[in-house]
């Protein structure tokens, strides 16, 4: 298998891993960013690689391959995607700098000026599940980072255009980055990226059965390891009729399922990166716990929540891939021949990539590209409007979302607390907060464990908040039978313990020795110069 898969994969790489890994090493030392590989794991055929900035332990990328050294160049390929297009990083540290950085292709425009430029786009694509664009006004309105525009190509007509790149950023997260040795080579990456994203929400959020590839005697041989490990396999038709997609879906012998998804103009090596994906950063011991239960309740969640639940479950799938399928999606067993598939058998990526825009075009889907290329790596965005959306936020996303720029000041400095306990509470008692999101998410401070702080949930948060606040009311209502005091007392240790940021007062901060700051700004100036 490891030779078939690799054949495959060596005619589509315009560079081999060495010298990708060269190249890349020179753009990095040329702007003094130190990096190293912190982990390596073996799993069969194939390997996982963490590789993190040196002086900022814990920010980094992972990458994966059929062998050790596409494993390296995939991880320095993902750092240099995420990388120079601002993303690695991210904008934590709110106290100190609130998103000052930006590239110098970017414009901000006037409020009116804005909506009356890109109301089309962000109504019909970025937005179209809120109904009171009054939230979305006054966004835009009062914080000028939403009416950041940044030129993209028009793959299709040929033409330059401006499109918000914030907002867009905002419900695409990092779906479309890609990063190659060419321009074909990125750019075959990143559609097929945001195909295979599309595909699974679609059939995520939809309900839908698919069916069983049928994929012949040479394949299923070629996969029989995975049988030989006590797992059960089938491939799954996830391409809608339209989109190069598969998903692989795995059950262990209690009945358990895990699904990854892969898309690529050629079958073989989208099942090979359902494969590679699904031992990324794990062990074969560590796949265990990533199985699912057939017998989920889903529907019953769906019932109570509603379509909170629909997004949140979707976007766990996206983010970490630990969201759960509708029974729905087991009930069909019919068999379609892989031959019927929208697969072809392309031999370069600008063969791929003349084939994929051709897709896009037949379906009348625009695909446009922005380009952080530096030097000789070629770095993009692929934004496909109607198929790159990741999170689709209704008014009570979005209005989450504007609560959260709220307490993000609040959460890097408690004491500067003044009437925050209510946005606390609100957060608590919301069914994405409680299932999805942790505080340290939301506030872009989860690669900075200085402290046990950044563990806390926001039910924590809210009594933290409602004692800074002196709401003696909220503390007896959640230590009934304590007085005032032995509460107070408590809190106060547990504080010392926690040891909360006091960003941007350095000098009265617990954190200070430990704080990244300085080297998050260094490394952030680099990526801008």
Known sequence: MNRYLQDINVTRKDRDPLSTIKVIKEELKKRKVKTRIVKILRTKHFYSVRLELYNIPGVGVNGKGINLRYAIASAYSEFMERFL??????????????????????????????????????????????????????????????????PFYDLISGQKIYLPITLINYVTHTNGLCAGNSAEEALVQGICEVLERYCYRTIITKKLSVPIIDVGQSLDEKLGWLKNWGYTYELRDFSLGIFPVVGLVIYDKKGNYQINVGADPIFEIAVQRCITELFQGLSKRQ?????????????????????????????????????????????NTYSILKDKLPFVNKKTNSECLQYLIGVCQKEKYNIYVKEYTKDHFKVYRVYIPGLSEVDLLNDNDFARRILFEKLKEVYFNPWSIKKTVNEYRECAMDIRCMILQKPSNCFNADNYRLSHYFDLDFKNLFIISAYLSGEESILQRYYEGISTKNIKKEIDKLMKYLKPPRC??????????????????????????
């Open 504 to 529: 941007p007062n350095c000098n009265e901060c617990f954190l200070n020795r430990k704080c990244k700051y300085i080297e998050w700004k260094k490394v952030m100036e680099k990526i801008y110069y």
């Open 85 to 150: 297009s601002g993303f690695l990083l991210k904008a934590s540290y709110f106290n100190k700098d609130r998103d000052n950085f930006s590239f110098d292709d970017e414009l901000i425009c006037d409020s009116y000026i804005f909506w009356s430029e890109f109301n089309t786009i962000v109504d019909g694509y970025l937005f179209p599940n809120i109904k009171e664009r009054e939230y979305l006004w006054n966004a835009i309105k009062e914080d000028e980072k939403f009416r950041k525009k940044a």
């Open 287 to 331: 796949l265990k716990y990533k199985f699912k239960p057939l017998n989920s309740c889903y529907e019953e969640y769906e019932e109570f929540y509603g379509s909170s639940f629909v997004n949140s479950n979707w976007m766990k799938c996206y983010v970490s891939n630990n969201g759960m399928v509708a029974p729905t999606f087991f009930l």
